[in-house]
């Protein structure tokens, strides 16, 4: 009887001591930044509770000179590895110990066991037996680059990663604790940390720039690619320096999360005021926050439609593309080369000129109208460009057809 008895005691004190749990807040948008001062961008794949997806958080770090400060949007804020400014992460918290306020509290894995050795305590805790919403837990980047596990130092030069459990603990029990990953009470953290800048291994340019109706179409090429890219940011730019932090910038005009950075490829610069000029450079900005060396800079003016519209003079087509385009300089090349050479072909360019204008505001009103006359104008570029090719192809074709057919009723 007393061996059922202590078996019912273990079962019930071991429900008590590992039903507290620690949830995000937010597993859509999770809720994660240092010091109030910088947003840390994550990823989640599920809820954080596996250690197969964990909640992975990419913190930037800046060493004792400028190397990193002039190359992060956050420039000389930027935190070194003994700074106060805290980890925060906007946490859930359901407290099931009746005797003990439990604290969140983080934890690294030990690279010699399967532990995970304690870090710090955040002050905020959970009182018993409650449930608190909303919890900051917080741990000072000079608590966490303290930890014999993370190498803060070589994170300088690259990134550094490591995986870390965000749990809870009473106060004064700053023990190890063994292996959490069979269960799912607390969050797994992976923990990626770098002062890793690109000045010496990539080079970034802009190769051409078309203009449009309140935007500007840049292309582009990059030198090399990392994993870690995120994003393009593009820069209005008063004076140029590669070094973000040194640059005279005018304005940030947009980060596109939508442009996965290539090799190369183009980007578009939208929302603009038309009929100012823009000095437009450009840089990739990686998960940290840091940037490439900006692009030397080309400037533009996006022009208002109906000056767009005067200076193309090829209403239809223009208002179907709404920028400079290589099928718009085709069709004024056939314009000007081919009608206007015939008095049938200028008879034909003096009423459209006269008649095509009044439709213009019809077709940019309607995007599925500018796609079809995109559309039609791409067929008529490829039939006058690639015609005989596409002749010579089919007539090859039916050729070697006949003669395989002939060659199959002679055997």
């Not at 050795?117 to 680059?145: K, M, N, P, Q, Y």
């Not at 087509?317 to 300089?329: C, D, K, P, T």
């Not at 009423?351 to 500018?370: C, K, S």
């Not at 067929?379 to 690639?386: D, E, L, T």
Request: with cysteine; hydrophobic share 40%; proline share 3%.
């Amino acid at each position: 009887m007393k061996k059922y008895l202590i078996t019912l005691f273990a079962i019930l004190f071991s429900v008590n001591t590992f039903a507290s749990t620690v949830r995000l807040s937010d597993t859509t948008e999770p809720v994660v930044n240092v010091g109030n001062i910088y947003s840390v961008y994550n990823t989640l794949g599920g809820d954080g509770t596996s250690s197969s997806a964990p909640l992975k958080l990419y913190i930037p770090l800046s060493g004792s000179g400028t190397t990193q400060s002039d190359n992060h949007i956050l420039k000389t804020a930027l935190f070194k590895s003994n700074s106060t400014q805290t980890l925060n992460t906007t946490i859930d918290i359901v407290n099931t110990d009746s005797v003990n306020v439990l604290y969140p509290t983080l934890y690294v894995k030990d690279d010699s066991s399967t532990n995970y050795l304690f870090v710090g305590r955040s002050t905020i805790g959970c009182s018993t037996s409650s449930t608190c919403e909303d919890v900051i837990s917080s741990f000072s980047i000079a608590t966490i680059c303290n930890s014999t596990e993370i190498d803060c130092a070589g994170a300088l030069s690259a990134p550094v990663t490591v995986s870390s459990y965000l749990y809870l603990s009473q106060a004064g029990v700053d023990t190890s604790i063994s292996d959490p990953t069979s269960g799912s009470d607390g969050l797994f953290v992976e923990l990626n940390i770098s002062g890793r800048v690109y000045e010496s291994t990539v080079t970034t340019a802009l190769t051409s720039i078309e203009k449009g109706d309140q935007r500007l179409k840049l292309n582009y090429t990059v030198s090399a690619i990392q994993n870690d890219y995120r994003d393009i940011a593009i820069f209005d730019v008063s004076s140029f320096n590669s070094k973000f932090g040194q640059a005279g910038i005018n304005e940030i005009l947009s980060i596109d999360d939508d442009v996965t950075p290539q090799s190369s490829g183009l980007f578009e610069a939208k929302n603009l005021s038309n009929g100012r000029t823009y000095n437009i450079s450009f840089a990739v900005r990686d998960f940290y926050g840091f940037y490439t060396p900006l692009a030397s800079p080309l400037s533009a003016t996006p022009l208002e439609i109906a000056e767009f519209l005067e200076k193309n003079q090829c209403y239809f087509i223009s208002a179907g593309f709404m920028e400079q385009h290589y099928v718009l300089n085709y069709f004024r090349y056939i314009r000007d080369h081919y009608l206007l050479k015939v008095k049938l072909g200028q008879s034909f360019v003096d009423f459209y000129y006269e008649t095509a204008p009044q439709y213009v505001p019809f077709i940019i009103e309607r995007p599925w109208l500018q796609a079809l006359i995109r559309g039609f104008a791409y067929c008529v570029y490829f039939i006058f460009n690639f015609s005989l090719v596409a002749l010579m192809i089919s007539v090859m074709v039916i050729f070697l057809t006949s003669k395989v057919f002939k060659n199959s009723i002679t055997e």
